[in-house]
């Protein structure tokens, strides 16, 4: 016969806890799930550094040495050449400084134009293409064409429309229509900066109209109906309800195309070659005749990385700007 004491009454009976012998293995199964997302992401950091950083700091290294023909061969061991490169660059009255800024004025009044030309064409493509009508598909497949086409290939079909004696641009003008007294030089002289900017709106105003057309897709469609019924026209209803809702949409998209644009290095390049015509110098093809045409990379080099400073600072400008416009007001 067993007896029960006080103590053993009072003594409340343990539990065994089933997630006790658990928890180690969970918090090691967290852990590896934690850096899970880091080890797939691994990859693509490992090739954008050996892409871009790794170039990106030789660069700015480069535009310390004196580094020409002579010291190309083993550029490492080139002398240090400090501020000269820049000093060089910034000095206005010396032929070097002057060149570039004359190239930079053209490309901000090329990107200005090419910009804004591109926004508005998009833009009024894709509110046109809101209503349904037979077609409406087809349409906008072919809208995307010159966005879809390699860019050699259509800058190259440009150029042989831009031709003086047998161009496309030039029969229609002067042949059919009579607009010009005679054929005009549309790839020398003051005519290739419109050349250029043609080509350029050309291959640019698809992408504002993709992205504007994904934008209008957001905007319910009882806002129309609602400021109809209001007695507001086609005009005051693109004013007061698309453009505002597309604020978001247009602050990201002016941005991509000003730093496409004032880059754009093959549409150029491909037009004219290496000698660029004077009227369309885009600082994009100044900087490689600097580079590879003179052999003068220290220079070349510094041009750079006073383009990636003004790109820096421009952009971070706009960013805070539009940043301070989205901000809702506090009474």
């Known amino acids: ?7 053993a009454v009072q003594r409340p009976v343990a539990k065994a806890d089933p997630g006790a012998a658990r928890g180690p293995r969970r918090r090691t199964g967290r852990s590896h799930r934690a850096w899970l997302p880091y080890l797939l992401l691994l990859p693509a950091l490992v090739l954008e550094l050996l892409v871009h950083l790794v170039p990106m700091v030789m660069g700015i290294v480069m535009s310390f040495k004196e580094l020409t023909q002579f010291t190309l061969r083993d550029w490492g061991a080139a002398p240090w050449n400090a501020l000269d490169n820049y000093e060089m660059s910034v000095d206005f009255d010396a032929p070097v400084g002057e060149a570039l800024l004359h190239s930079f004025l053209v490309t901000c009044g090329f990107t200005l134009l090419s910009v804004g030309l591109c926004w508005l064409i998009g833009t009024a493509a894709a509110v046109f293409m809101q209503d349904t009508f037979k077609g409406r598909g087809l349409l906008r497949a072919l809208f995307l064409v010159p966005y879809a086409l390699p860019v050699y290939t259509a800058v190259i079909t440009w150029v042989f429309m831009f031709q003086h004696d047998n161009g496309l641009v030039n029969h229609v003008l002067h042949d059919q229509l009579g607009l010009t007294d005679q054929p005009s030089f549309w790839l020398i002289g003051d005519n290739s900066f419109w050349a250029l900017l043609v080509v350029s709106v050309w291959k640019g105003w698809p992408f504002a109209f993709l992205i504007v057309m994904a934008g209008l897709q957001n905007i319910p469609r009882e806002l129309y109906e609602a400021a109809a019924l209001d007695g507001a026209g086609v005009w005051q209803q693109i004013r007061r309800i698309t453009l505002p809702s597309l604020r978001p949409v247009n602050q990201v998209l ?21 000698a660029a015509p004077e009227a369309a110098d885009l600082i994009s093809v100044h900087i490689y005749q600097a580079s590879f045409v003179t052999w003068n990379f220290g220079t070349g080099s510094a041009m750079s990385v006073l383009l990636l400073l003004f790109l820096l600072v ?5 960013l805070a700007l539009t940043s301070r416009n989205r901000r809702p007001s506090r009474a």
């Open 1 to 7: 016969m067993t007896t029960t004491t006080p103590e």
């Open 254 to 274: 002016v941005l991509v195309l000003f730093l496409w644009t004032f880059n754009d290095f093959n549409t150029p390049y491909v037009m004219f070659g290496k």
């Open 314 to 318: 421009v952009t971070g400008v706009y």
